[in-house]
């Protein structure tokens, strides 16, 4: 009898905890890629380990679906960024650097609220070279020295937001507001002062793709709102496929904050899992004589589903009057002066599980 019992509760169990597992789940997820440097400005000069990724940021992420029924789902990601190098958090001071964010999705799209992906963050890769990757395309390279928030690392992603994704036959819309980091009056200034709000609008069909993201981005102060815009095109011919962008960066006042970037670039396949790129950009602030260029020649090998291989040769030069070469790009080899070029090569491995 007892074990007749004990066989009829284990039933039952197993029949109430199936659907409960069919409904809900929960994935463990990240990155895991490291990378060797060489980069060379004047007289200086850089040689390392890349442990913050070369064609990856390393990431550690749980992220999670429950089926609420009539199509609706509750959706979450937590995601933390770590130095694989040292094993240090990537961002200090935040325990989930890279995400945290929780939505509903259904036949509408999807609809979160968090600290979460900017449009600026997902849509350049896709008419990049490199993935988009900060410390290999030209693009994002100039975007670093251009102060955008339209590029695939941290300055994309935004706090305290609202965000909408919805995918339409091809058509992708992305929406987002940010109250940002204040968000109640003082006396001495306006809540509003910090917020930012951002919109993309991408269409693939075909061996075609193009889109468009515009950032308002609040200064934090009476200053005027910096505004951004990019916008993208990528066309495969089969042997090659060809990918470009325009940017323009519209800050408070005339100065070198207002500034213009043109990239382009090639990516052909090599066998049945590699690929070359080659791409350039130019970064061109208000004024003259202070203009950056940067050319890359890359290329990526699978070697599984989950793995690749990959090195890149980067040259990047100012111009004698410019001023930013403090962050002179996104590569983590950049040693770069006015005036000077660099020159970088990075070689490395990227694993996701």
């Known amino acids: 009898m007892n074990r007749t019992h004990i066989a009829c509760c284990l039933s039952l169990a ?12 929960v994935t463990v997820y990240g990155v895991a890629d490291i990378a060797l440097g060489y980069g060379k400005s ?26 609420l029924g009539d199509g609706l789902s509750l959706l979450f990601t937590i995601e933390q960024g770590y130095n694989i190098g040292n094993g240090q958090e990537l961002r200090p001071n935040r325990t989930f650097g890279r995400q ?31 993935l988009g990757t900060p410390g290999l395309a030209p693009r994002s390279i100039a975007a ?4 955008y928030t339209i590029t695939p690392a941290s300055p994309a992603r935004w706090d305290n937001s609202l965000r909408y994704a919805g995918d339409f036959g091809g058509v992708g819309v992305q929406a987002i507001y940010a109250f940002h980091a204040q968000q109640s009056d003082d006396g001495t200034s306006d809540r509003k002062d910090d917020d930012r709000w ?11 793709g193009v889109g468009v993201v515009y950032h308002n981005v609040g200064s934090g102060s009476d200053a005027d709102d910096t505004r951004e815009v990019l916008v993208g095109a990528a066309y495969d011919l089969g042997v090659a496929k060809l990918v470009g962008t325009w940017s323009k960066k519209d800050a408070d006042g005339s100065t070198a904050g207002d500034n213009t970037i043109v990239s382009a670039g090639v990516i052909v396949p090599v066998g049945a899992a590699g690929t070359v790129h080659v ?11 202070n203009n950056s260029h940067n050319v890359t020649l890359g290329y990526i090998q699978t070697l599984s589903k989950r793995t690749s291989a990959y090195a890149a040769v980067n040259r990047l030069t100012f111009d004698d009057g410019a001023t930013y070469t403090g962050t002179p790009g996104a590569s983590p080899t950049s040693v770069a ?6 020159n970088s090569l990075i070689v490395g491995i990227s694993h996701k599980f």
Request: aromatic share 10%.
């Open 14 to 25: 197993a029949l109430v905890a199936t659907p409960a597992q069919a409904q809900s789940q």
């Open 42 to 67: 004047d007289d200086k000069i850089f040689t390392g380990v890349i442990g913050a990724g070369g064609l990856a940021g390393p990431r550690f992420g749980l992220r999670g679906s429950e089926d």
């Open 100 to 130: 945290s964010w929780v939505g509903l999705k259904g036949g509408f799209g999807t609809v979160s609220a968090g600290y979460q992906y900017a449009p600026g963050y997902l849509v350049p890769y896709k008419y990049q070279v490199m």
């Open 144 to 147: 670093f020295g251009g102060g």
């Open 198 to 208: 951002g919109l993309s609008l991408t269409y693939d069909g075909g061996p075609i």
């Open 279 to 289: 791409g350039a950009a130019k970064l061109n602030p208000r004024g003259d004589d």
């Open 337 to 342: 002066t006015a005036g000077e070029s660099t």
